[in-house]
């Protein structure tokens, strides 16, 4: 768990926000310009990992993380 940049609470967060800062899932959805930030910070890391691992598959923070969109998050 981390802290989400938008509400400061510490919960499960993907490092989508701004400039790569983690944000929760409510938040993310709450606001349909970070849904967009969000969708296009995961695109860029999804799309980076053709470059990086024949498997499609990135890790980050020590955590196993399977291409996905935003929406396939789960909530709090």
């Not at 989400?4 to 790569?20: A, D, F, Q």
């Not at 800062?21 to 890391?45: G, K, R, S, W, Y």
């Amino acid at each position: 768990m981390k802290r989400c940049y938008i509400c400061g609470e510490m919960k499960e967060t993907r490092p989508y926000g701004e400039h790569g800062q983690d944000i929760c899932f409510p938040c993310m959805q709450a606001d349909p310009v970070q849904h967009d930030i969000a969708t296009n910070n995961l695109t860029a890391i999804v799309n980076a990992t053709s470059f990086i691992s024949p498997s499609g598959i990135v890790t980050i923070d020590g955590e196993e993380i399977r291409p996905s969109t935003p929406d396939d998050m789960p909530g709090d």
